[in-house]
């Protein structure tokens, strides 16, 4: 790898590294130019401090990367050699013994090309040149004579994960490089393209399945193509002969399965993956073989008039799902530096939260065969936006084509994962319509933005998905209506909500909100202390306003709104550590009461998808697992709002209304229990009744008269706390709590926790006790790494509650280093808890 010389840096030639200049590196392949440049020494670290602006002058650089195929005799003598690339991030050219083969402009498509009669044996120069990524997308903007009317960002138009120009969570690096795999594949007769499992009719008694094979030949050949098939060790086999044609050809197996083991989303049932073996033989020799798997699933999405407006919920087996989850975005900023392990942990994570959905957002790139797995294997459904993110696409005739084979590709290579249960266009590109100044575009013009989108979006993109993936439901952008017309009586479609955070609305907006689903909503918080010393020196922590801060928070007024909502809700924290600290609670309220609502909503809303699940670098952002897989509170917090079975108290009007929430397929019978108490224990009004808990429902199972709770203390409900418990089994499956004054007249006192921490199986528990109530209680260890079973719990009066620990770290290391902080030690005052 190298840097291209005079490629137009002159405004940037002082911050290059004149090493640099002419000088050939190792590279990685798999991999991009900033890794590369990062593994040779040549750059600091992307993501410390405020290395991140003094790294731009890469994506203005042009980049070369050449590497030597060997060609072997056998290679050469095999009838079809092929040179691919799985992904190419993004405009280059490709050279082969110094002749140009290709100039692929998509990081998004695979790229194939019939190299035999370019290779000789030995040695093989291979090239890629690279330009710097905006002058190549400025260039192909300067074709469209429609560019400077319509003012399209140019890094639309070549096909390029958007985030990589920087985000409202995420740094600028415009990388360039081969960032998939890239071989040689030799084939002789017919090689084995795709294998389609497409699921014609799926129930509980039987599926019925085509098994389709796509098949390439290179010339008419007689094959035996066989297809074994199977779950587990009952595995079935059928055979075919055919005559392959020269070119493309489609072998279908019809397959029943009798009584099939379905595949459900998490909460509702197992996962099992059936698998399929195609093998093709020409005669008895075999000419290519491919594995194929998937989860025999039905899906729906339901779109039918009520008394809401039109209803938007995934059916799924029959089963109408709420979908509980949060958006996903890139796990890196560099993707070639996400393990296996990160992929693991945030999914796993996900799941433990009792999550059963993830949204792919559209900024950033189709993930690697294995996301998806693990997706399939967890039962978390994807809500998969195709990958474009906020801009508005060109309208050129090459530009239309170019998405059209993405879609096929991409469509083509993830069809079989039981786990994507919706393709959408779009993330909010709909919603540009009017957005940045373009509602004030000459009619004529703005027309036309809107003739391409709607070609695009709901024209080409569309009928891609039905024709390569028939039995998932198609979906033009999120947010969408699609193009109804919305009143508050009526409502439809999807729905981003923003009226918190950036429309500075207060946390219970949420409440009012008539959504049918929600698909995005959030609200910031700052990483723990131990991720910020990733970054940051000391100086950097003296506040949250100090350069390096402000420079690992994208959000623009993010800290000032943090600390706005902070004042609104809390006070003022005493110290940095607390402001951290505090900001995360404010965070996992703030999304409480969201999420909350939507549940209690049910059936009128469908579906609660916070913004964000995770970070591709350490900073301040709405995610609830922070770039190093650390849980946030938000994430602790998600794993109550989102149980199967929820107790939910609000308060309406002069009324406590106590919800229970199930997600369940079958009634359930279990005990309500409410206590009204003070903060020191003291119980000033209980009660306990048996309830019958409807399925797959939310429902008011008690109703009370504030003034019935408050006994002697009805004018006084700052010291006041009411605790509701859902005992099903003998087992405490859902507590939650409820005030009844806003939070900043809250009166919390302080609270001294004790602890004991004992060596238990693979780890330790640590029990937590306070004799009065301690709101949201974090557990940590200083520089040691930990995790917990839970964490940011709530202790009532005289209640122990335990946390399981896993550390690789000594037990005297543990214990000398933890530390319990509840809400009212952040604060040098008593503040509010929400």
Request: aromatic share 12%.
């Amino acid at each position: 790898m190298r840097q291209l010389p005079d490629d137009g840096m002159a405004e940037s030639q002082s911050a290059t590294p004149p090493s640099l200049d002419g000088g050939w590196f190792p590279a990685t392949v798999p991999g991009d130019v900033h890794l590369d440049l990062l593994k040779n020494g040549k750059i600091p670290d992307p993501f410390y401090r405020d290395n991140e602006a003094k790294l731009q002058w890469i994506e203005k650089a042009g980049w070369e990367y050449r590497t030597t195929i060997d060609a072997t005799k056998a290679t050469l003598a095999r009838e079809n050699v092929e040179l691919v690339f799985d992904g190419l991030d993004t405009a280059c050219t490709v050279f082969l013994n110094g002749q140009r083969i290709a100039s692929p402009d998509s990081m998004f498509q695979q790229w194939r090309f019939d190299v035999k009669a370019r290779l000789h044996e030995g040695g093989n120069d291979l090239r890629i040149v690279f330009p710097a990524p905006m002058k190549a997308a400025e260039a192909v903007a300067e074709k469209d004579p429609w560019h400077s009317r319509t003012h399209t960002d140019p890094k639309g138009y070549i096909r390029k994960a958007v985030y990589e120009f920087g985000w409202d969570w995420g740094p600028r690096f415009g990388t360039s490089g081969v960032f998939r795999p890239a071989y040689l594949d030799v084939w002789d007769s017919a090689r084995i393209k795709d294998i389609f499992v497409e699921q014609e009719g799926v129930t509980a008694t039987s599926a019925h399945l085509d098994v389709h094979t796509d098949l390439l030949a290179s010339k008419e050949t007689k094959a035996n193509v066989s297809v074994t098939y199977g779950l587990g060790a009952e595995q079935l086999h059928m055979d075919r002969v055919v005559t392959l044609a020269p070119g493309s050809n489609r072998i279908s197996f019809p397959i029943e399965i009798a009584h099939p083991q379905l595949w459900f989303p998490s909460g509702y049932g197992a996962q099992p993956i059936y698998h399929f073996h195609i093998s093709v033989k020409e005669d008895g020799h075999e000419l290519d073989a491919k594995d194929a798997k998937t989860g025999l699933r039905s899906v729906v999405l339901r779109r039918e008039l009520d008394k809401w407006g039109r209803s938007f919920e995934f059916v799924v087996n029959g089963i109408p799902v709420f979908a509980k989850g949060a958006d996903v975005i890139p796990f890196d900023s560099f993707p070639n530096r996400v393990t296996s392990e990160k992929y693991r942990h945030i999914l796993q994570s996900a799941k433990d939260a009792n999550m059963n959905m993830v949204r792919l957002w559209g900024g950033g790139y189709y993930e690697t065969e294995e996301f998806y797995d693990i997706c399939d294997e967890l039962g978390l459904m994807v809500f998969h936006d195709l990958m474009f993110g906020n801009n508005w696409q060109p309208g050129t005739y090459d530009f239309k084509q170019n998405i059209e084979r993405e879609a096929e590709y991409q469509m083509t290579r993830l069809r079989n994962h039981p786990s994507i249960v919706l393709w959408d266009g779009n993330n909010e590109t709909e919603d540009l319509r009017d957005w940045n100044g373009n509602g004030q575009l000459p009619p004529n013009v703005h027309e036309r933005i809107w003739e391409d989108y709607l070609t695009e979006f709901s024209g080409i993109l569309a009928r891609t998905e039905a024709r390569v993936d028939p039995e998932i439901p198609y979906w033009p952008s999120t947010p969408s209506a699609d193009y109804e017309e919305l009143t508050d009586a009526y409502q439809s479609g999807d729905n981003h909500d923003w009226t918190v955070w950036h429309g500075g609305a207060d946390f219970a907006e949420y409440e009012k909100r008539p959504w049918r689903f929600v698909s995005e909503y959030g609200f910031q918080s700052f990483p723990e202390m131990k991720t910020i010393e990733s970054f940051t020196l000391p100086e950097d922590r003296a506040n949250i306003f100090t350069p390096v801060m402000k420079a690992h928070q994208k959000n623009g007024d993010g800290n000032r709104l943090i600390q706005e909502y902070m004042k609104r809700y809390f006070g003022e924290p005493k110290d940095f550590a607390s402001f951290l600290y505090a900001s995360q609670v404010l965070q996992a309220e703030g999304i409480k009461v969201g999420a909350e609502s939507f549940r209690r909503k049910r059936p009128e809303t469908m579906g609660s998808l916070f913004w964000q699940l995770n970070d591709c670098w350490p900073v301040a952002s709405w995610s609830s697992i922070d770039y190093y897989g650390r849980w946030k509170a938000l994430q602790y917090y998600a794993r109550r709002f989102y149980a199967p079975v929820l107790v939910s108290p609000h308060v309406e009007g002069g009324t406590l209304a106590i919800y229970v929430v199930s997600d369940k397929t079958a009634a359930v019978d279990g005990t309500l229990r409410l206590r009204i108490m003070n903060f020191s224990g003291q119980i000033i009004k209980e009660t306990s009744q048996a309830v019958k808990i409807d399925p797959l429902a939310s429902k008011v199972y008690q109703q009370l008269p504030l003034i019935e709770l408050s006994g002697a203390n009805a004018a006084d409900w700052s010291g006041l706390v009411g605790v509701t418990d859902l005992v099903v089994d003998g087992e405490k499956i859902s507590t939650n709590l409820v005030y009844f004054v806003p939070s900043k007249q809250i009166k919390l006192p302080h609270a001294s926790v004790t602890t004991s921490l004992t060596k238990v199986g693979d780890g330790y528990n640590v029990t937590l006790q306070a004799p009065v109530l301690a709101r949201s209680v974090y557990l940590s260890f200083g520089e040691l790494d930990a995790e917990f079973s839970d964490n940011y719990v709530d202790l009532l009066p005289g209640e122990t509650k335990t946390i399981h620990v896993t550390s690789k770290a000594k037990m005297e290391d543990l214990k000398a280093q933890m530390k319990v902080t509840s809400l009212a030690d952040a604060f040098s005052a008593n503040v509010a808890a929400n």
